[in-house]
């Protein structure tokens, strides 16, 4: 959702100011839940709710985009659209560097860690250049949804992945 600002300038006409708060947006929840999400998931002694849900939100909220995202949609919906993807941003961030602590075996965690920081600068860079192409393929207006559909169908590819993670039996009986 990273363009969604260039749309908004480029397409609906909206200034630098009102297009730039569409990324102020996108995390604002975060700000304030992370600290309380991730206690939730030291005490269910898993991330994988957590995980599942922020996938199926943002799966969600790209299946919104494709139907209400247009020239004459109000930039206070894009906004609220935004805050709904900081909800599903904290839930992603805060699920991944908690589930951590609660999945893996004590002694691996600074390992799996690196390869976690590894993922999440790995994984972002390819979505801006696969996005960047398909944006910059055509016109926007046209190719937005092409780069939302790209992105339902990554979230889609998370989800079985992310249904294999077990509990740790270890790390449970240490969480309060």
Known sequence: MFFLPLYAMN?????????????TFSGIFGLFLGPFIGRAIAKCGSAKPVLLASFVGNIMLHIILIFVLG???PIIALYAIMLLRSLTNVFNTVGQSTGLSVHIEP??????????????????????AIFTV?????PIEQNINTAFSVSIVAGALSIPITLMIRKNAQTKDSVE
């Open 11 to 23: 397409v609906m006409g909206k200034s630098a100011t009102e297009a730039g708060l569409l990324t």
């Open 71 to 73: 020239p004459s949609l």
């Open 134 to 138: 398909i944006l910059m393929s055509g």
């Open 107 to 128: 002694e691996k965690i600074p390992y799996t860690n690196s390869l976690v920081q590894l993922m999440n600068q790995f994984g972002p860079n390819l979505a801006i």
